[in-house]
């Protein structure tokens, strides 16, 4: 129970109880996670990596296989063979067929190239992922430094249209003044409705991206991250296309072995019926005298082989483009948001306590004191753009090389 003071209000320490308790309950509903933990939590739940393991699991499962002879025939012929006396024979026979161990040479080292092909686009998946996760996080960051700069404008366009109709009532000025000045509130308004379904939509995206059960929620660190130039590597799809030449070379192996001769061994027994048993065995060599659609079929596989080896070439070569321009990005950025900052600092605080006081003594029209807002408005809005893109552009430039 508290006590009513004497205008019917609670006391002002309860109602900063209250705020703290009411305010410590919203914060509780969501989760505020760094971009690094984002991340982290990105690459445990999303299914696509999941759906990655298990095709790696997969294809470990058929590596090195042993090698295994081919199939055994058995054979029975009865009541059908006859001597030129008439006598009646039957005949039981079995034949195995061994199988160039060639073939289960080729198939294995084939394997092995599958599974590594199916770890680096796992390790793509990674990445790609990862790069998702960092640009919602950042744009979901620009959104909530908007949000409280344009609730701050609203309080001052208040201020400004309360002391212009108070100069309307005085008849000092006529209602335009007013009228051009709500219409500016009624504006900031509907950007700062807009900016909270903004941000409402995208941390609705981020808990969805990172599978997560809770609302989450960035931080409101948003200031320029750091950058260092990274020397020129071999990046992820650039390794991916090179293990595609090892792939293709595996293949060629892999018809090659076809042509390799198998073998076959087996035993047969004969029943006379007036005669007894009389038994044999067999061998056998199984060669494909027929090659030539095998040789064109490696033919092509070399060429795809070819093909492979010039696509690391432009892989490589899109991606230094793609890292000097990033990096470019990054330094054109870099020098707007110091810019900006610099003016918002320097001149920003000054100009907006000069033309407040200027209006509120009535030494500048409302019209001077829109351009004057105008500008200052513009500095911020500037400043957390370059520096949301400048980020945008860090986070990109360390995807391309891992």
């Known amino acids: 129970m508290y006590f009513i003071n004497k205008l019917g209000c609670p006391p002002l ?5 209250f705020s703290v308790v009411l305010l410590g309950g919203t914060a509780a509903a969501q989760q505020v996670l760094t971009m690094d933990e984002a991340v982290e939590m990105a690459l445990s739940n999303h299914p696509s990596l999941q759906a990655a393991d298990r095709q790696i699991e997969q294809g470990k499962a058929l590596q090195h296989l042993k090698y295994t002879p081919g199939t055994t025939d058995i054979d029975f012929q009865g009541d059908g063979l006859f001597r030129e006396n008439g006598q009646r024979v039957n005949q039981l026979g079995a034949s195995q067929n061994f199988p160039s161990p060639a073939g289960v040479k080729a198939q294995n080292a084939l394997q092995d190239e599958r599974v590594v092909h199916y770890e680096l686009e796992k390790e793509l998946t990674k990445n790609e992922l990862r790069l998702k996760v960092q640009q919602l996080y950042l744009e979901l960051q620009q959104q909530k430094k908007l949000l409280p700069l344009y609730q701050s404008w609203i309080q001052r366009y208040e201020q400004f249209l309360s002391i212009a109709n108070t100069r309307v009532e005085l008849g000092v000025t006529n209602r335009i003044e007013s009228l051009r000045l709500s219409a500016s509130l009624d504006e900031y308004k509907l950007l700062e409705r807009q900016v909270k379904l903004a941000i409402n939509n995208l941390e609705k995206q981020l808990q969805h991206l990172l599978q997560a059960k809770e609302a989450i929620t960035s931080s409101t660190d948003f200031e320029l991250m750091d950058y260092a130039s990274t020397d020129s590597k071999e990046a992820t799809p650039t390794l991916l296309a ?3 030449i090892a792939l293709e070379q595996a293949e060629i192996k892999g018809i090659q072995a076809e042509l390799k001769p198998s073998f ?8 006379y019926f007036d005669g007894g048993w009389l038994s044999g065995v067999q061998a056998g060599v199984q060669l494909p005298l027929f090659k030539k659609q095998n040789k064109q079929r490696v033919e092509a596989q070399k060429l795809q ?21 990033a990096a ?10 110091a810019y900006y900052k610099e003016r918002i600092e320097r001149l920003n605080q000054e100009m907006e306590r000069i033309s407040q006081l200027n209006y509120q003594a009535g030494e500048i029209s409302y019209l001077e004191l829109l351009n004057i807002i105008n500008v200052l408005e513009s500095n911020h809005l500037r400043y957390w753009e370059q520096v949301g893109k400048h980020n945008q552009a860090v986070v990109y430039y360390l995807f391309l090389f891992e």
Do not use: D
Not at 13 to 17: E, K, T
Not at 264 to 271: I, R, T
Not at 305 to 325: C, G, P, T, W, Y
């Open 13 to 17: 320490g309860v109602l900063l109880l």
């Open 242 to 244: 090179r293990q595609a």
């Open 264 to 271: 076959q061994v087996g035993y047969a027994l004969q029943n």
């Open 305 to 325: 082989a070819e093909v492979a080896k010039n696509q690391v070439k432009s892989k490589q070569f899109e991606l230094e483009q793609k890292q000097l321009s």
């Open 328 to 337: 470019n990005t990054i330094a054109i950025y870099a020098e707007g948001a």
